[in-house]
């Protein structure tokens, strides 16, 4: 409980300065709507929002499956093969220096304006934190592990799964951590070149109608919603990499 | 009644007449400026079948790169390794238990998980593998402790799994590398007990490096005494007692003095 009051503190600060600022004259209403207003937005359109949540939500979390399969099975075969890695290594950085902006509305004339291009996106942005942190996980092995398992005459296949695998779920989950706070980035750049539903299509939907207050109530939303995936990673950590902890605070 | 615990749990060695011969090995690194380092200059050492050699040395003089030498992790810069007459780094992995100096036990696997790692490797199924640990575990007083990770364990404990894990899998040749450093003097001397009772019961061939004279003395047949880096044999001292050995005789015994003495000596000088 302690560890969670300077936060909780902060957050209420923030919440308070933010209330200063929007009720100063010279701050436009449509620029800056008062936390008040947000909240009574949250009241007026709780279905509205909900269901474009509910919408984006979906977007991030299949995008996220696709990344973790897909990240995870190329680090893995990347480790495995030399030649694979320094292939692919360049492709892989150059995959995330593309402006994700500019491809987006190529997706979207690619798959149409249904969920193909939101997953596309989300799936992008994500692999590559998802990928790097594996591979520099696996290759975290303590050299000595790698060589007791050689004196046992382990093949490769037993290594990877008794040693390589389990010494890079922290990294792994390190990945994660930084795809799913990306991850609903990506879902709204998708759904803003093109969409008929989601959370980011009602921002932007809402800013060119001047409903300021709904506007940020659809961005507090994708705040929570990253927030929550994050905790969600944590938790998860928790459960699979107990040695993890325990090693931390021993 | 000890060593039937350990024939219940620990495999039969596939071969017995497994003998170790180290000829002329030389084994240099690079320092930490790049400069030529070379950890042993000339080694010659022969442990027959069944044997139990001790090795002594000042620290750094290359015990835990012999060790690895003969274990098949490394190769020779010069001279040769042959376990029972091979000398392919392979064949000396398969016929060699190597117990690394560190216990670089596995974070993520419980105390038991731990112990039967070297089995798994030899394709024994996961369960079967644990049920053969758990007597072990037992015996090595670690009881209530199978599901305890190794940072939950203490330094001494983590080398007793550590060197069950090494027992295991019944491989003709064991090589210890300082086996029971961690261990209070208690715990040590049991160990010890243990394990010359365990060698009489299932004899194997044993190369043991230990820092301590006494230890070398009271298990082996004979102790190499190494000099300092780089390392070559200085002496090599028979101990002329039959194993296993009774502590209270060995600590009285005046031969016993006599050699540890002479051990004493070599590696003071
Ligand atoms: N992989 C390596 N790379 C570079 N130098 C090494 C390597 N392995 C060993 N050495 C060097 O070789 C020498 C012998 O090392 P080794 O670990 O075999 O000594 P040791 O006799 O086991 O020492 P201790 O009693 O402290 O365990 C040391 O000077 C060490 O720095
Ligand atoms: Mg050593």
Redesign the interface.
Same mark, same amino acid.
């Given at each position: 409980m302690r560890r969670w009051l300077p936060a909780s503190a902060l957050l209420l600060a923030f919440v308070g300065a933010w209330a200063w600022l929007a009720s100063l004259p010279s701050v436009d209403d449509l620029t800056l709507a008062s936390p008040a207003e947000v909240w009574g937005a949250f009241g007026d359109d709780r279905d509205l929002l909900l269901d474009n949540a509910r919408v984006t939500l979906v977007e991030v979390l299949l995008g996220l499956v696709v990344s973790i399969v897909a990240g995870v099975t190329f680090a893995v075969a990347m480790h495995l093969s030399r030649t694979l890695r320094d292939a692919t290594y360049p492709l892989l950085v150059a995959s995330q220096a593309v402006p994700i902006v500019v491809l987006a509305p190529i997706f979207v004339l690619a798959f149409d304006y249904g969920i193909g291009p939101k997953l596309a996106i989300v799936a992008l942005i994500c692999f590559f934190p998802i990928t790097v942190n594996v591979l520099d996980g696996l290759r975290s092995v303590?050299q000595?592990?790698l060589? %007791?398992? #050689?004196?046992?005459?382990?093949?490769r296949l #037993?290594t990877l799964r008794?040693?390589e695998v +389990?010494?890079a %779920?922290p990294s792994f989950f390190s990945g994660l951590r930084v795809a799913a706070t990306v991850s609903v980035i990506g879902a709204v750049f998708g759904e803003w070149a093109g969409a008929d539903e989601g959370l980011g299509r009602l921002v932007l939907l809402g800013n060119n109608q001047l409903q300021t207050p709904r506007v940020y109530a659809g961005v507090v939303l994708l705040t929570l919603m990253a927030v929550a995936l994050f905790t969600l990673v944590t938790l998860l950590e928790r459960l699979t990499? +107990?040695?993890?902890r325990?090693?931390r605070t021993? | 009644m000890q060593t039937k615990v350990v024939a219940a749990a620990v495999e039969p060695p596939s071969e017995t007449e497994t003998s170790v011969a180290v000829r002329g090995v030389k084994r240099g690194f690079r320092g930490a400026r790049r400069e030529p380092l070379l950890a042993l200059a000339g080694v010659d050492l022969h442990v027959g079948a069944n044997e139990v050699l001790g090795v002594v040395g000042p620290s750094g003089c290359g015990k835990s790169t012999l060790l690895e030498l003969v274990a098949g992790l490394q190769e020779p810069d010069g001279g040769s390794v042959e376990v029972a007459g091979r000398s392919t780094a392979k064949a000396r992995r398969e016929l060699c238990a190597f117990m690394p100096q560190r216990d670089l036990l596995l974070p993520w696997r419980d105390a038991l998980g731990n112990a039967a790692l070297a089995l798994e490797c030899q394709g024994v199924p996961r369960e079967e593998a644990r049920s053969r640990a758990a007597p072990l575990l037992e015996r090595f007083g670690l009881r209530g402790f199978e599901g305890a990770r190794p940072a939950q364990l203490s330094g001494g404990m983590r080398q007793r799994v550590a060197f069950m894990r090494t027992l295991l899998p019944g491989r003709p040749v064991l090589l210890l590398d300082e086996p029971f450093a961690s261990l209070d003097s208690i715990t040590r001397a049991s160990m010890q007990a243990w394990l010359a009772d365990a060698l009489a019961g299932e004899p194997r061939t044993v190369l043991l490096v230990t820092h301590d004279v006494e230890e070398a003395l009271f298990l082996s047949d004979r102790v190499a005494v190494l000099s300092a880096r780089p390392g070559r044999v200085m002496q090599e001292l028979e101990v002329p007692l039959p194993r296993p050995r009774d502590r209270r005789a060995a600590v009285t015994d005046p031969e016993l003095a006599r050699l540890r003495e002479r051990a004493l000596e070599v590696l003071g000088s």
């Open positions: 303590e000595d592990h060589k %007791l398992m #050689r004196s046992f005459g382990a093949s #037993r008794s040693v +389990p010494a %779920l990499c +107990p040695w993890n325990s090693e021993a | -």
